[in-house]
C-alpha cells in the first residue's frame, strides 16, 4: 500500500514538473517562431524578395530552389533551425521545397556560434564552415535529383534549344 503512494506521488510530481517544462519550452519556441514567422511574412508581402530575384537567382538556382527559399536559408545559418522553419512556414513552398531547405539548414545552421565554438576546439572556424556549406550544397543538390526536381540551370538550357 505505501509502495502505492509513493508511485502516485511520483507520478504526480513528473506530470507536475513535465507541464511546468513542457509549458516553458512552448513559450521559449515562440520567442523564437512568432517574431522571424512576422518579418519574414513582412519581407515576403513587401515584394523586397521580387526585387532582389534578379541577386538570388544564381544561387538558388544551383539548389533547384526558387528565389524566395533564399529568406530561410539565410535566416537559418545566422541563427538556427527553428528560426530557418519559422521563416520557411509563411512561403509559399512545396513540400520538395520544404525539404531541400530542412536538409540544408540541418547542416549548415547556426553557422556563426558553431564556427566560434569550432575555433575554440581547434579547428579552422573557417574551412569547417566552408566545409558544411559544400556539403549543404552537394547534399541538397542530390537529393533535389531523387526528388524529380530537375535541375533548373538544365531546364533552361534544354527549353532554349530548339526541337525542329
Known amino acids: 500500500m ?3 503512494v509513493l508511485a502516485q506521488n ?3 510530481y513528473g506530470l507536475k514538473i513535465g507541464i511546468i517544462k513542457g509549458r516553458s519550452g512552448f513559450v521559449w519556441m515562440l520567442k523564437i517562431l512568432v517574431p522571424i514567422s512576422f518579418l ?3 519581407i515576403e508581402f513587401s515584394g523586397f524578395i521580387d526585387k532582389i530575384d534578379f541577386l538570388l537567382k544564381p544561387g538558388m538556382d544551383l539548389l533547384n530552389l526558387p528565389p524566395m527559399a533564399a529568406l530561410p536559408l539565410i535566416v537559418g545559418m545566422l541563427t538556427g533551425i527553428y528560426g530557418g522553419i519559422a521563416s520557411m512556414i509563411v512561403l509559399p513552398l512545396s513540400e520538395n ?3 531541400l531547405i530542412a536538409i540544408f539548414l540541418l ?3 547556426n553557422l556563426i556560434q558553431e564556427g566560434m565554438i569550432q575555433g575554440k576546439s581547434g579547428l579552422n572556424p573557417v574551412k569547417a564552415t566552408l566545409f558544411r ?3 549543404s550544397i552537394v547534399t541538397v543538390y542530390i537529393v533535389s535529383l531523387f526528388l524529380g526536381s530537375e535541375p533548373i540551370f ?3 538550357k534544354s527549353a532554349s534549344v530548339s526541337t525542329d
Request: aromatic letters at 0%; glycine letters at 0%.
Open 97 to 99: 521545397e520544404m525539404t
Open 40 to 42: 519574414t511574412a513582412i
Open 133 to 135: 556549406l559544400t556539403a
Open 10 to 12: 511520483k507520478l504526480k
Open 107 to 109: 547542416i549548415s545552421h
Open 154 to 156: 538544365l531546364t533552361k
Open 2 to 4: 505505501a509502495c502505492m
